[in-house]
């Protein structure tokens, strides 16, 4: 049997925003430790790795490691059935082709109750090794979400370059170019507001602007992002 109750049920729905347009399928490993999903986009180009630890539910049961291959635009579709303050309970039965979803109001007056079948996925699993990187950047995630979004009007790449100088973000296309630059804020109040680089050497790199645009749909779920570049 396995069950995850989740009282903030909105989260779980903007985890779901957050991966859906990069991945279409992919099957959510269960343990005792949590929910974990690894899958990349259609052309290989991004990985997406998730982990949702057992104790950030509110109740969660596994009594044996279980694989539910799951159509993520379909679970999708089910969350926005949920009202954004419903609790959210998944169930599945070990050997069962189906998962549940519960949606119960807070005052008890609502319960809906959705199945949906599950999938058989041929997955592989790929290890992501321990990499020492030349450079890492942590930034409110809201900034860089605002900088891929401007940028993107200009462009279809990005190129990230960052220096003992600070962090610039430059596009070129048709209309023009886009710079925008960040110097590293030494003091700052709160930690998620800041701008850290962590610098061994200069990089350089260039991106298709669509992968960190659609990896910006994660910003509701952390007020910092990192990125980390070599």
């Known amino acids: 049997m396995f069950e995850a109750r989740l009282v903030h049920g909105?989260?779980?729905?903007?985890?779901?925003?957050?991966?859906?347009?990069?991945?279409?399928?992919?099957?959510?490993?269960?343990?005792?430790?949590?929910?974990s999903l690894q899958a990349?986009?259609?052309?290989?180009?991004?990985?997406?790795?998730?982990?949702?630890?057992?104790?950030?539910?509110?109740?969660?049961?596994?009594?044996?490691?279980?694989?539910?291959?799951?159509n993520l635009t379909s679970v999708s579709k089910i969350l926005r059935c949920a009202a954004n303050n419903d609790?959210?309970?998944?169930?599945?039965?070990?050997?069962?082709?189906?998962?549940?979803?519960?949606?119960?109001?807070?005052?008890?007056?609502?319960?809906?109750?959705?199945?949906?079948?599950?999938?058989?996925?041929d997955t592989e699993h790929l290890g992501i090794?321990?990499?020492d990187y030349s450079v890492v950047i942590k930034m409110p995630s809201g900034e860089f979400q605002r900088i891929c979004r401007d940028l993107s009007q200009i462009g279809d790449s990005v190129q990230i370059t960052c220096t003992k100088d600070g962090v610039r973000f430059s596009v070129s296309g048709d209309l023009g170019t886009g710079n925008v630059k960040l110097a590293q804020t030494a003091n700052v109040?709160?930690?998620?507001?800041?701008?850290?680089?962590?610098?061994?050497?200069?990089?350089?790199?260039t991106?298709?602007?669509?992968?960190?645009?659609?990896?910006?749909?994660?910003?509701p779920l952390s007020a910092q992002v990192q990125l980390s570049m070599s």
């Open 10 to 35: 909105a989260l779980l729905k903007k985890v779901l925003d957050a991966v859906k347009d990069l991945i279409n399928e992919g099957t959510w490993d269960c343990s005792a430790t949590g929910i």
């Open 40 to 70: 990349m986009d259609v052309s290989h180009v991004s990985l997406v790795s998730l982990n949702l630890r057992s104790d950030g539910f509110d109740k969660f049961r596994c009594d044996r490691n279980l694989s539910m291959g799951m």
């Open 87 to 121: 609790i959210i309970t998944i169930k599945a039965q070990d050997d069962a082709d189906a998962v549940n979803f519960v949606f119960e109001a807070p005052n008890q007056e609502k319960v809906s109750d959705y199945e949906m079948k599950l999938m058989n996925i």
């Open 129 to 131: 090794p321990e990499t």
């Open 189 to 205: 109040d709160k930690e998620e507001e800041a701008v850290i680089i962590e610098m061994q050497e200069a990089v350089s790199l």
């Open 207 to 219: 991106f298709a602007l669509s992968y960190p645009h659609s990896f910006t749909k994660a910003t």
